[in-house]
């Protein structure tokens, strides 16, 4: 053996012997192999923040649609979801995909997952108009709902229409009529224009687009009722 490489063999002897004593003394505990860790005992930040919806060519368009996981008063209670809607006009993309996330979400396997919607039952689509990037919408039944929910409630509608291109605001009517509904800021001005930057900050924020997704399949459903 040259001198030069008996030097190297000794110098990486050292450096391992230097590790393992570093990690004795700090008792840093050695695995002998790879072990994995729980999902409860992963950071919230390293928590998947979408679902990947695996679909056939053919059998629908994959959308995003915004559900809620745990408690409804958490600022990162909102998941971005891709489900499969059938394919419709871009024109009629807003009102198709709102329309499922009221009757159709969340379907079986997002239950599973521990997903659910702040939406309830009794909300109606009634008519969905776009001019430009703002979709007005004209809704029954959001008004009742407390502000607690309410809130969350409108963050999904929001998060869910602005996550289409091209769609950039939603002006929300309660029954034909402009209504003041419940932000992160409070109560919104009647009829104005919402966003997910100035009106739900902290639940825009906490989306975190480089989190890791699971792969989930959705079954493709046509909406139930139709949207003039």
């Known amino acids: 053996m ?8 000794l110098a990486a002897a050292m450096v391992a012997v230097g590790l393992g004593m570093v990690a004795a003394c700090t008792g840093v505990p050695v695995d002998e192999s790879p072990e994995a860790i729980s999902r409860s005992e992963l950071p919230p930040q390293l928590l998947p923040s979408s679902t990947t919806t695996t ?15 745990g408690s409804s008063t958490s600022d990162d209670a909102l998941v971005n979801t891709l489900v499969a809607i059938p394919t419709v006009d871009t ?9 499922h996330l009221i009757r159709n979400e969340p379907n079986e396997q997002h239950k599973s997952e521990g997903l659910g919607s702040d939406i309830p039952s009794t909300v109606s ?9 703002r979709v007005t919408i004209d809704v029954t039944g959001l008004q009742d709902v407390e502000s607690i929910k309410q809130r969350i409630a409108v963050a999904q509608i929001v998060f869910t229409l602005t ?3 091209g769609v950039d605001e939603v002006v929300i009517l309660s029954e034909g009529q402009p209504r003041s509904l419940t932000t992160e ?25 480089n989190a890791p997704s699971t792969t989930t399949t959705v079954v493709v459903q046509a909406p139930s009722t139709s949207v003039p």
């Open 2 to 9: 040259s001198t030069t490489r008996a030097r190297r063999v």
């Open 55 to 69: 679909v056939r060519p053919g059998e629908g368009d994959l959308v995003s649609v915004f559900l809620v996981r």
């Open 91 to 99: 024109a009629d993309l807003p009102a198709a995909v709102l329309e």
């Open 125 to 133: 689509l009634r008519s969905v108009d776009q001019d430009g990037g």
């Open 163 to 165: 996550a289409i291109d």
């Open 185 to 209: 800021l409070g109560g919104s001005q009647a009829g104005e224009p919402l966003t997910r930057e100035k009106h739900f900050p902290t639940l825009s924020a906490r989306l975190n687009p």
